[in-house]
């Protein structure tokens, strides 16, 4: 018997298919795809725009105002909703979609999915070259598009209708595998999108994804259960992929059960709350004295769901040369690193299977003694850094500290670059899990803004903590990417956005000048400018309050309590601006490894290349 076909456009059936894919987040039935940040041009305006015009009921268009700040959205979206719930960002050819490769590398590098999917060149090449299109003299299948292939999981270009038959399954099945989840890049010829096809209506069946959870091979699990036995100094270290794998609960109940205290990661931090008994602060460079600590003289270290990168492990400073790790990990590839007994598996899956193995086996009990004691102490450092003080102009962490204070516990604090992930990752004390989102997988400068209108999207739906996004940044993240203040005006979507004014890239500032070269090029006042004693002053306020925010500048920390308040209270996102040191930071106690200059004529600089020599040679080598 002939099967039922359905004779529609490429785009049309794209459309159709994406609009029939569905997931479960807290046991309701809900879109994969939430909605489409979009910005037409000619690549995608009369073909992609004609199919999504029809389903606005079903899959919302946000219009952009810039397609990096899109797909950075898209991001900060699926972190709130922990990669259970995806966005789409689309752009036209050329320019539109070479700006959106920045924030494919950060998903990519943060392993979290987004589709995108940009116009492309006639896969007839007839008219060619068509406006924006590159040429490469010697391969003329070559476009911008191409461009992503380094920065996405999984890429195509769809040159004939019937390929996204096969092309769309296997993106979002890349997507949502906690293995190889990150972006998945689609590109569609234009003429491709305008040819009509008969699809068969079984394409179009609903489906509903269940995102997997694999098991750990059995004798892996038994050698890691063995090897953990064996330790009188654990610790665990709990990365993004606890958070990922819904593990938060099951992770407090072994490492409350087994006696072993939790430092976290970065992008793991707020998988506990800070006040939770197990919890131990975030570790590395921008950690804290507690978990720092822990690290030097843990003898196993149990790795749970993260990468590993150079700021968890202060560039393979932490930990001691015969310290064993443990690691945790859905990719094969980050549970193989530095020798660590690799488990590879789901977080929650594997934490239950290595549970049910220990038996009676505890962790002896000065360990956590000892956690606590070093923790205790690292919130009286906090609490030092953070008191008001009578100084013309208050810190960073001064500014966290009432920030913290007045955020709800349901609110989500989002930082990405400069002085600001240090800050708050060390300063923050998350009152709710899952209400912390640092992006320091990639440290996109420009991040914050355009996540905080993704989260507050993400937030009216299932599997989410509520509450407003608050977003924390400097006046140099500002100025590079702010336009999503106006896209969530514009949406009606609420966020509070706190902008630190310290007069340039003062936390690069900070590293520059710490390795001996003098200020340059990144305070305003030591940068190639007209007047650099009484640079002209952006009031990021006034600013604000013309893309349609409700705005305030405020002096004092008293002022910016009140001031908070007052944004907690307003129906729409909310710009405060507050002048802040560019010189006092909460120290760290971790080293990292970055490229000093063999030979200088700066005497500080050859004194710092000699520090960093002496970091070198602490570095426990892995493979």
């Known amino acids: 018997m002939q099967k039922k076909k359905l004779r529609l456009t490429m785009s049309q059936a794209l459309v159709k298919y994406l609009c029939n894919q569905f997931t479960e987040i807290d046991g309701e039935q809900v879109p994969l795809f939430a909605g489409l940040f979009g910005i037409?041009?000619?690549?995608?305006?009369?073909?992609?725009?004609?199919?999504?015009?029809?389903?606005?009921?079903?899959?919302?268009?946000?219009?952009?105002?810039?397609?990096?700040?899109?797909?950075?959205?898209?991001?900060?979206?699926?972190k709130a909703k922990r990669r259970r719930q995806i966005m789409i960002a689309a752009t036209s050819i050329g320019p539109g979609a070479a700006n959106m490769v920045t924030a494919a590398g950060t998903a990519m590098a943060n392993r979290l999915p987004v589709l995108l999917l940009a116009g492309d060149t006639f896969a007839n090449r007839l008219p060619d070259p068509v406006l924006q299109q590159v040429e490469h003299f010697d391969d003329p299948t070559v476009t911008v598009n191409d461009a992503f292939k380094p920065v996405v999981r999984y890429w195509d270009r769809i040159t004939q209708p019937e390929q996204i038959i096969t092309s769309l399954p296997q993106a979002i099945a890349t997507m949502l595998d906690p293995a190889d989840c990150g972006p998945a890049f689609v590109g569609l010829a234009q003429d491709t999108q305008e040819k009509v096809f008969d699809y068969p209506e079984a394409f179009f069946e609903p489906k509903v994804w269940k995102i997997p959870r694999p098991r750990p091979d059995r004798s892996a699990l038994s050698a890691a259960v063995k090897l953990l036995k064996t330790a009188k100094r654990p610790l665990i270290i709990s990365g993004g992929g606890v958070r990922y794998s819904l593990a938060e609960e099951k992770l407090a109940e072994f490492a409350a059960k087994r006696g072993i205290p939790v430092v976290e990661t970065i992008a793991g931090k707020g998988a506990l709350t800070h006040d939770h008994p197990v919890h131990a602060g975030p570790i590395g460079?921008?950690?804290?004295?507690?978990?720092?600590?822990?690290?030097?003289?843990?003898?196993?270290?149990?790795?749970?769901?993260?990468?590993?990168?150079d700021f968890t492990t202060g560039s393979w400073t932490a930990f001691s040369q015969e310290a064993e790790f443990i690691s945790i990990n859905a990719s094969r590839f980050d549970a193989t690193k530095h020798?660590?007994?690799?488990?590879?598996?789901?977080?929650?899956?594997?934490?239950?299977?290595?549970?049910?193995?220990?038996?009676?086996?505890?962790?002896?009990?000065?360990r956590m003694a000892r956690a606590k004691d070093l923790f205790a102490k690292w919130n009286e450092i906090l609490d030092e850094h953070q008191k008001p003080t009578n100084a013309l102009v208050p810190s960073y962490a001064q500014v966290i500290g009432v920030m913290n204070k007045v955020a709800r516990p349901e609110d989500t604090l989002i930082g990405a670059a400069g002085g600001t992930p240090g800050e708050i990752t060390k300063g923050w004390r998350v009152k709710n899990p899952n209400t912390f989102d640092c992006e320091f997988g990639f440290s996109c400068m420009g991040y914050e803004i355009a996540a905080g209108?993704?989260?507050?999207?993400?937030?009216q739906g299932p599997g989410t903590a509520g509450g407003t996004p608050i977003v924390m940044l400097g006046d140099g993240t500002y100025m590079m990417m702010n336009s999503d203040i106006y896209s969530a005006v514009l949406t009606g979507h609420k966020m509070i956005v706190v902008?630190?004014?310290?007069?340039?890239?003062?936390?690069?500032?900070?590293?520059q000048q710490s390795k001996g070269v003098p200020g340059f090029n990144n305070l305003l006042t030591d940068c190639n400018i007209q007047h650099p004693e009484n640079p002209p002053h952006v009031d990021f306020a006034k600013h604000a309050e013309a893309m349609g925010a409700a705005t305030r500048n405020v002096e004092s920390l008293a002022e910016l309590e009140t001031a908070l308040q007052w944004a907690q209270e307003n129906d729409r996102t909310t710009v405060i601006s507050i002048v802040s040191d560019a010189w006092k930071w909460v120290p760290g106690d971790a080293d990292w490894d970055v490229g000093v200059p063999e030979s200088s004529n700066f005497e500080k600089v050859r004194e710092a290349r000699r520090a960093q020599d002496e970091i070198r040679a602490r570095q426990r080598v892995g493979v």
């Open 339 to 366: 020798r660590a007994l690799s488990v590879v598996g789901d977080a929650l899956e594997t934490l239950i299977d290595i549970d049910a193995e220990l038996d009676n086996w505890t962790a002896p009990p000065e």
């Open 499 to 511: 902008v630190c004014d310290n007069g340039g890239y003062a936390v690069i500032n900070r590293l």
């Open 453 to 459: 209108w993704g989260c507050a999207i993400a937030q």
């Open 285 to 309: 460079i921008v950690g804290s004295t507690s978990a720092n600590a822990l690290a030097k003289d843990a003898d196993v270290i149990l790795a749970i769901g993260t990468r590993l990168q």
């Open 40 to 78: 037409f041009g000619h690549g995608n305006v009369t073909c992609l725009s004609e199919a999504l015009e029809q389903v606005q009921d079903q899959l919302p268009t946000y219009r952009g105002q810039n397609e990096q700040s899109m797909a950075l959205a898209a991001i900060g979206f699926a």
